[in-house]
């Protein structure tokens, strides 16, 4: 028997046991507004400054430079954001299409160029050289007007970072900031303010040793090397070699080659495969594979209670290994992800807590508490529809010393 799905708001809809479970925690008004927020992209774009190679306020009189908009923000110093124009825009008719898949379609209706590698389908009379086309999304949604850069027959042939679009009108609009050349050379990363906040409360020392247990893409693990000066020993993993190969490019050009160690490991078993990692490590990340359910933006999306259940439980063997990763008596974890839900997010910190992990107490600026009352003091959120960000979940644990090893 299918389960019966409700439509929040326009493309995003939820298994009825999943709606149910979260109207425990949120009015239906308050859903609503917080997936409407979610189908479009916050009113600041973050990102952070590479202080090993640059100075906040050095960087924003260089991208003023190029008449580019951009503030410091009020909270968090090496936090730079761009304004998000677009009220929306309304985007030009063109009698030609090209089919994004849906991250490039996201990317392309905050005004990014569409790129090779996110092309479905182009219309066949397609060509380089002014063409005009409308960039559409698999649900075929128009989000952005452009001109095509390359021949409908040329998507499998040009090299993978080639563009196929030039974006010139898309629904929403953020500085092309990856074809900046302080892009290239390193002097910043684009990544979300709750995101920037999570190595701060990670809080890393010269000389500590952490394991950042889902590294790739490689922004909290950056941060990691840029707050502790590039002088702790950071151990980054992932089990995808292809996002290895990616974070490793990233690291490198943010100048931190030789910075870390990286290898290719599904972490679920790091106790058994880096034995000498055991009681050892002084601080563990875990960003854990969630259900993204505070992404933004998100044109549509489908979610299903037995899908954030697995997610969960999937999770959990993290935090069981993290434990044993980490020294006793001040051993520190912190637990982040970019969704919803408490039983990702609060339901596996009391997991972590019956394992003997201890909770500390996190404040950050223009935060929320946490969704279930023994936490709300304790760990941080950030909601869409309230704090003008993507959703995210922050939380601190200890190892204490343990009696009986």
């Not at 479009?40 to 430079?65: A, G, W």
């Not at 223009?366 to 936490?375: E, T």
């Amino acid at each position: 028997m299918v389960s019966k799905e409700i439509e929040i708001i326009k493309g995003h809809r939820l298994d009825y046991q999943l709606y149910q479970y979260l109207l425990q925690y949120f009015s239906d008004n308050e859903l609503q507004n917080l997936f409407d927020a979610i189908r479009r992209p916050p009113n600041r774009y973050y990102v952070r400054v590479n202080t090993m190679k640059t100075s906040p306020s050095d960087l924003v009189n260089i991208l003023q430079e190029h008449s580019v908009v951009v503030y410091i923000d009020e909270t968090l110093p090496e936090a730079l954001w761009f304004p998000v124009k677009g009220g929306p825009n309304r985007i030009p008719s063109a009698r030609k299409y090209v089919l994004a898949d849906k991250r490039a379609a996201e990317s392309v209706y905050m005004g990014a160029n569409l790129y090779v590698p996110g092309v479905v389908r182009m219309d066949d009379d397609i060509k380089r050289g002014g063409d005009e086309v409308n960039v559409i999304a698999p649900d075929g949604e128009i989000v952005a007007f452009g001109t095509a850069e390359i021949n409908h027959d040329e998507v499998k042939n040009v090299k993978r970072g080639g563009v196929a679009v030039r974006t010139l009108v898309s629904v929403y609009e953020v500085p092309k900031i990856r074809e900046l050349h302080e892009y290239a050379i390193g002097l910043f990363y684009d990544q979300s303010l709750p995101a920037q906040w999570v190595a701060h409360v990670l809080n890393p020392r010269p000389g500590d040793v952490i394991v950042d247990m889902n590294a790739a893409p490689g922004g909290k693990t950056s941060h990691v090397i840029q707050l502790s000066g590039g002088k702790a020993v950071v151990y980054a993993f992932d089990r995808s070699e292809n996002k290895i190969r990616e974070m490793i490019e990233s690291l490198s050009r943010l100048g931190m080659d030789g910075l870390y160690r990286v290898e290719a490991r599904d972490t679920r078993f790091l106790d058994v495969d880096r034995p000498d990692l055991v009681n050892s490590v002084d601080r563990v990340l875990i960003d854990p594979p969630c259900t993204d359910m505070g992404v933004r933006p998100r044109l549509f999306d489908v979610k299903t209670m037995e899908i954030v259940k697995s997610t969960a439980e999937y999770q959990r063997q993290f935090i069981k290994v993290a434990w044993k990763l980490l020294k006793p008596g001040g051993g520190v974890l912190v637990y982040s992800t970019c969704t919803i839900p408490p039983l990702e997010n609060e339901d596996n910190i009391a997991y972590a807590e019956s394992l003997g992990f201890e909770i500390v107490s996190i404040n950050i600026p223009n935060a929320s508490g946490g969704l279930i009352d023994r936490y709300r003091d304790s760990v941080v959120r950030f909601y869409p529809h309230v704090h003008g960000t993507p959703g995210f979940f922050i939380a601190k644990l200890i190892k204490p010393v343990q009696m009986h090893q």
